[in-house]
């Protein structure tokens, strides 16, 4: 299945990427590699992810990267034969990301 990543989800691992770069001189590639995998897991097993639902996100699928302590918030689009990733969130945050 094809994984696409919103505008949003972009922004938000860019920001992660830097940050974690800049934060985290031991292992600096972890964030990236940890990605990646995700990604790819994503790519083969649409449906690894906890489902829930939120008021404004609607269904959603929650991927953790248990390494660097983001979720990947993502729902599968049957239709279009696409992950859609959604936001990139940290597990310290409390709450669904918003969709904006």
Same mark, same amino acid.
């Given at each position: 299945?094809?994984?696409?990543?919103?505008?949003?989800?972009r922004?938000?691992i860019?920001a992660?990427?830097?940050?974690?770069?800049?934060?985290?001189?031991?292992? /600096?590639? $972890?964030? *990236?590699?940890?990605?990646?995998?995700? =990604? #790819?897991?994503?790519?083969? +097993?649409?449906?690894?992810?906890?489902?829930?639902?939120? /008021?404004? $996100?609607? *269904?959603?699928?929650?991927?953790?990267? =248990? #390494?660097?302590?983001?979720? +990947?918030?993502?729902?599968?689009?049957?239709?279009?034969?696409?992950?859609?990733?959604?936001?990139?969130?940290?597990?310290?945050?409390?709450?669904?990301?918003?969709?904006?």
């Amino acid at each position: 299945m094809r994984v696409r990543t919103f505008s949003r989800a972009r922004r938000d691992i860019t920001a992660a990427a830097a940050w974690w770069k800049t934060n985290r001189p031991a292992a /600096p590639q $972890l964030f *990236e590699e940890e990605l990646t995998a995700a =990604l #790819q897991q994503l790519q083969e +097993l649409p449906l690894s992810g906890r489902s829930g639902r939120d /008021p404004r $996100l609607g *269904e959603f699928r929650r991927l953790p990267l =248990l #390494q660097t302590r983001y979720h +990947l918030y993502y729902r599968v689009n049957q239709r279009k034969d696409q992950v859609e990733v959604l936001r990139l969130w940290h597990m310290s945050r409390h709450g669904v990301p918003s969709p904006r």
